[in-house]
């Protein structure tokens, strides 16, 4: 009987031992996926540093191409009151408090905006490119 008492809580420590590790295992997987997760938004941090800290020519560049569409006349390019010296005194180019680096643009009847803004080009690109810069700094 007492061979038996003994056997029941060999096994009640095998489970409570197995529960520790098991607990402790995922633990150590979420602070690992966690600090990944942080490096990758870290990428995405210096690429906007990167960008904000280019020289006016090269931001007067980028906002230039942000601006490139086609039937230009039927739209209106809102870009930041920090930027817009930028982009010179275009009629289409309207001075705007958006914030952001980048441009705003909207149909003349205002059916059609799109956002092409710094922020918002970076959120669509962790959308579609978090899996492989992830792959790269982690293998």
């Known amino acids: 009987n007492a061979e038996k008492i003994r056997k029941q809580g060999d096994d009640e420590i095998s489970v409570i031992k197995r529960q520790i590790i098991s607990n402790a295992e995922i633990e150590a997987k979420d602070k690992i996926d966690k600090e990944k997760f942080n ?18 020519q090269e931001k007067k560049e980028i906002l230039e191409k942000m601006c490139d569409i086609s039937d230009k006349e039927n739209f209106v390019f809102y870009v930041d009151k920090k930027y817009a010296n930028l982009l010179g005194n275009a009629g289409n180019v309207k001075e705007a408090d958006i914030n952001d680096f ?15 803004t710094l922020t918002n080009r970076l959120a669509i690109l962790k959308q579609h490119k978090r899996y492989d810069i992830a792959k790269i700094l982690f293998g």
Not at 40 to 55: A, D, K, P, W
Not at 110 to 115: A, G, P
């Open 39 to 56: 490096w990758v938004e870290n990428v995405f941090e210096e690429t906007r540093q990167v960008i904000l800290n280019l020289s006016a």
């Open 102 to 116: 980048g441009v705003i643009i909207k149909s003349k009847d205002e059916r059609v905006t799109i956002d092409n």
